[in-house]
């Protein structure tokens, strides 16, 4: 697990470097939203998207953007664990010359959680010690699809909203793996002008 870990980082570093590279500064934007496998499941995630690449289509007007967006989701099972999700996402975003948004992307996400309630572990024979931020973590290939619509393409107003769908698989689950889904709805506000 240190590895991936290492890996995650890694991959952190790689879009500053290449935004660095880049002649022109590229928009980018904070994404906030919910984030739940069921509204019992609920939780929270915030992104901070990176455009990689960026063109427009000339016969529909449609843009289309290669994003990176580091993000990090929690979210509360009740009476069973709390997750933490920290996902280095791939996107492709494809935005329509009326505003509205598809897109899809992979993120080799690492997932973590910490155990509602109290754990012991023996501690000798006869006794047994408190475990403190008792947990687990796994990693969680994650493939997403996504719709929305960009209020500042006809209304001027600088905000986005979205809804996404996530895939992932958890690996891993006991002895096996588990295929997870979760929703994500919220909002995207461009830090800088595009």
């Not at 289309?64 to 509360?76: D, E, S």
């Amino acid at each position: 697990m240190k590895n991936l870990i290492q890996l995650l980082l890694s991959l952190a570093l790689v879009p500053p470097l290449l935004m660095a590279c880049m002649p022109e500064a590229q928009a980018q934007a904070l994404r906030v939203g919910y984030y739940g496998e069921t509204i019992t499941h609920y939780g929270l995630k915030v992104a901070y998207e990176l455009p990689l690449h960026s063109y427009i289509k000339e016969k529909n007007q449609a843009r289309k953007t290669f994003l990176f967006a580091p993000g990090l989701a929690v979210y509360r099972h009740p009476h069973n664990h709390i997750g933490l999700v920290v996902s280095p996402e791939l996107t492709y975003r494809r935005t329509s010359r009326r505003g509205r948004i598809f897109e899809l992307g992979l993120a080799p996400s690492y997932f973590h959680y910490f155990l509602e309630g109290t754990t012991y572990t023996p501690d000798g024979p006869d006794d047994f010690k408190q475990v403190r931020w008792a947990g687990g973590n796994a990693f969680m290939p994650t493939a997403f699809v996504g719709i929305g619509k960009d209020l500042s393409v006809r209304k001027n107003i600088p905000l986005a909203w979205y809804t996404r769908l996530n895939v992932m698989q958890q690996r891993p689950y006991n002895t096996s793996t588990l295929m997870r889904f979760s929703l994500e709805a919220g909002v995207t506000i461009p830090l800088q002008k595009q």
